[in-house]
């Protein structure tokens, strides 16, 4: 019976949900407009949002290759063909292959790299 309440008690500890961030980092995050994403790349958690908004216009914003690269990845890395190829249009990308490989999407070109698997392996953009 007692290893049967000390089982109970162990199963409760690791299943209930636990915050990944405190309220202080989360006040900062706010503060800052960054995002657990960005926090530490792209974006400074230690200035204001207007401060990072002016450093993002003066160094090529949302629209580097580097921002752009991490943003694909996040939604096509291990997708299969159709699904990545709905996913690059329904995100603005204009399909310059036939094969679902090349896309446009104002000046910036990006190449979906298919695995064995025929699921995006990685991200090129330019």
Not at 55 to 66: C, I
Request: charged letters at 25%.
């Amino acid at each position: 019976m007692k290893k049967l309440i000390a089982f109970a008690i162990v199963a409760a500890i690791h299943s209930s949900p636990v915050l990944a961030i405190n309220a202080q980092y989360r006040a900062q995050l706010e503060r800052s407009g960054c995002t657990e994403m960005n926090a530490g790349t792209t974006c400074n958690i230690h200035k204001t949002a207007e401060q990072n908004e002016r450093n993002a216009r003066r160094h090529g914003g949302n629209n580097s290759p580097d921002v752009i690269r991490t943003h694909l990845n996040q939604m096509v890395i291990g997708s299969f063909r159709g699904e990545a190829v709905d996913v690059m249009e329904s995100d603005g990308w204009t399909r310059i292959s036939q094969d679902g490989s090349k896309y446009r999407k104002g000046e910036r070109y990006a190449t979906l790299v298919w695995g064995q698997d025929d699921a995006v392996a990685s991200v090129v953009v330019r």
